[in-house]
């Protein structure tokens, strides 16, 4: 066993020397911090504001109010008496709406909300032990019971502690979270780590936040220690009940080294976690190993594993992954937290290569899989985002495993974080969204002006503004839907053929031609000040197929327009949405409807129904007037029947 710790050890730092040596050959973007972005989008600014005024006092009321969640921290420091309240791992809930509470700060600043954090934090801080140790449910029901069930959570919540700490220093330049966290990490660093027990993190979380702690801190022994935790796995030193009773190392990824890994499997918001950390390791590291193994988990999540929404995790048993191609609708459970998680992994995947695919997907997610979870209202939430309902789902006003809440409000708060990112020489633009920033690159400081009605309308324009004139690259993404893919995989295809001219680009009203690299449409050249740029995406309405292989879908189309996927719901349809037919040769037109669901786009044609004769007896076709929302706006109006993938044919009927 020493010999292979020791060997071990050697591999981990030679990885770690790549860092230092500058030897990175990755593309290592830099992303453009949330809080150096002002977003003005008619689109996301007034959900950022629903975030502020509505969700965050939603997840403060129900993280101190209704839930005991504060009041086991009050417990832990002695001012209050009683019990252990809910769930082991109910302490990660507090971190992050403490986070998102933080991202808040920084786009609407607020001194109650900023009061309120401290309250909190002093409370955490209260219930740190000597030893750095803070965990309220091992502290109130037995501190000798810690550190022996890997799958015990005690590894998550610290990762959701550091994201808040680093979330808050960043919001506020306070340190008193981030020293709280740095010694429950020292804490851990004296047990856990080279030559000393062996730790295999049971829901992945803290290897992703140790790297931003690393990025905050500048501490090496972070990013090292988050590198050692990921090399843990794989090799048969977990212990713990998913482990030991569930008998099952696929759940938490523990079945190889995570450079050899292939195939996605188990728990997926746990998979997301993971991988989200290995990308970011890799890229302060240079192992290529992480990044092979990612780009191939990758593919199999994107060709044969991914609903259209870019939700993941099919299935309700493990909430993750289960065989090649299995996508249920109405049994779908996608994860919201999982559907955050793709949009974290796959930022940080084009942090690492510079390919757009990755963005697509991102944003492919972040529209439909994960803003689905929040409400119009936003004070109601999906845990899992079905693509098909007979009316029995709704949102709820909380969980006892209230994950996805305040996982989707961070997110929201956030959004600054995936828009922009930079390398010396070049502005990347990823997202389409209404907004301004600053951007310091090698000869200079760089504003840059977005406006845009995206998702409703493929019109951008960019207003750059260098501090002096300045030669630089202005990469803007060009979407993959835009160029004829609808989920960057070959899981999806579009039915129909695209319009020939997908895109215009011009430069002060002078027309370009699309120069493409990785995906980005590349303008090089000196820019002066005023200089616009004006992107024209046509936003045709599009049907998208299944592989044969999906057999949920067999015979069933989707509806997609830009980014947004659609569905059908019963209450635009006589109360029903089960019965539509969609044959192939029905023209959609898209209708704005300022008046419904807060001003959407909707998509419009008439197509068939299967109703029951006057007796009662039989069934006839009938024409029938369709109308598709966005998926992420459904059951805003209440319960009711919903479907994503629309049949373009009869081939059963159940009579209920």
Not at 67 to 94: C, H, L, M, P, Q
Not at 315 to 343: H, I, Q, W
């Amino acid at each position: 066993m020493k010999n292979q710790i020791g060997y071990r050890l050697l591999i981990f730092c030679c990885c770690s020397a790549l860092s230092l040596g500058g030897q990175n050959k990755f593309a290592n973007l830099a992303p453009v911090k949330f809080s150096t972005v002002q977003i003005t989008d008619a689109f996301w600014k007034p959900r950022m504001d629903k975030v502020a005024s509505v969700t965050v006092p939603v997840c403060i009321e129900q993280t101190e109010v209704k839930t005991g969640r504060i009041r086991n921290f009050e417990r832990v420091a002695g001012t209050r008496d009683g019990k252990f309240e809910g769930i082991f791992y109910d302490d990660s809930d507090v971190f992050k709406a403490l986070e998102a509470m933080a991202y808040t700060l920084k786009t609407k600043p607020d001194p109650k909300l900023e009061a309120k954090c401290d309250e909190w934090i002093d409370k955490i801080a209260a219930a740190q032990q000597k030893d750095g140790y803070i965990n309220t449910y091992y502290t109130l029901t037995g501190l000798d019971k810690r550190w022996t069930d890997m799958s015990m959570h005690e590894d998550y919540n610290t990762g959701h502690l550091l994201e808040a700490a680093v979330a808050y220093y960043n919001a506020t330049g306070k340190r008193k979270l981030l020293d709280v966290g740095i010694r429950m990490v020292e804490h851990m660093m004296s047990l856990f780590g080279p030559g000393k027990r062996h730790w295999v993190t049971g829901h992945q979380e803290l290897e992703l936040a140790l790297v931003k702690l690393y990025q905050v801190s500048k501490d090496k022994r972070f990013l090292d220690f988050s590198h050692w935790l990921l090399e843990e796995r794989g090799h048969g030193y977990a212990h713990g009940y998913t482990w030991t009773d569930w008998k099952d190392t696929a759940y938490a990824q523990d079945i190889k080294p995570v450079s050899l890994t292939t195939q996605i499997t188990g728990h997926a918001v746990r998979a997301m976690y993971l991988y989200t950390g290995a990308a970011d390791v890799a890229a302060y590291t240079g192992d290529e190993g992480y990044l092979k193994a990612m780009n191939t988990v990758w593919d199999d999540v994107v060709e044969r594993n991914m609903y259209i929404t870019g939700g993941i995790g099919s299935s309700g048993s493990n909430e993750g992954f289960s065989k090649d191609y299995d996508l249920p609708n109405e049994r779908a459970y996608c994860e919201t937290c999982a559907s955050v998680g793709m949009v974290f992994w796959n930022q940080r995947m084009n942090r690492l290569t510079g390919q757009t695919k990755f963005i697509d997907v991102l944003e492919k997610s972040l529209y439909n899989g994960a803003l689905d979870g929040l409400s119009l209202a936003g004070d109601r939430f999906f845990y899992g985002n079905p693509l098909a309902s007979s009316g029995t789902h709704f949102r709820r006003e909380w969980f006892g495993t209230a994950c996805c809440p305040s996982n989707i409000a961070r997110l929201i708060a956030s959004l600054g974080d995936y828009i922009y990112a930079s390398d010396p020489q070049s502005i990347y633009v990823n997202l389409f969204v209404g907004s301004n920033t600053s951007i310091d690159l090698a000869k200079g400081k760089v504003e840059i002006r977005q406006e845009t009605e995206y998702p409703w309308k493929g019109m951008i324009k960019l207003t750059v503004n260098p501090e002096q004139p300045q030669s630089f690259a202005l990469k803007i993404r060009l979407p993959g839907w835009a160029k004829g893919n609808p989920g960057a995989g070959a899981l999806y295809k579009f039915l129909d053929e695209g319009p020939a001219n997908f895109a215009t680009l011009k430069v002060n009203g002078q027309a370009q031609n699309l120069k493409l690299d990785n995906g980005y449409l590349i303008l090089e050249r000196s820019w002066n000040k005023g200089d616009v740029v004006e992107l024209n995406l046509a936003m045709p309405i599009r049907r998208v197929v299944a592989r044969d292989e999906v057999k949920d879908n067999e015979n069933r189309m989707a509806l997609q327009r830009g980014p947004l996927v659609y569905c059908v719901e019963g209450v635009d349809h006589n109360g029903s949405a089960w019965n539509l037919i969609v044959p192939d040769q029905v023209t959609f037109t898209p209708q704005w409807r300022p008046d419904l669901l807060g001003g959407v786009m909707t998509l419009t044609g008439t197509g068939m129904a299967i109703v029951p004769t006057k007796d009662g007896i039989g069934a006839q076709t009938i024409k029938q007037k369709i109308s598709a929302v966005p998926y992420f706006s459904w059951c805003n109006r209440g319960s009711n029947q919903m479907l994503v993938w629309l049949p373009r044919k009869v081939k059963e009927i159940k009579i209920p």
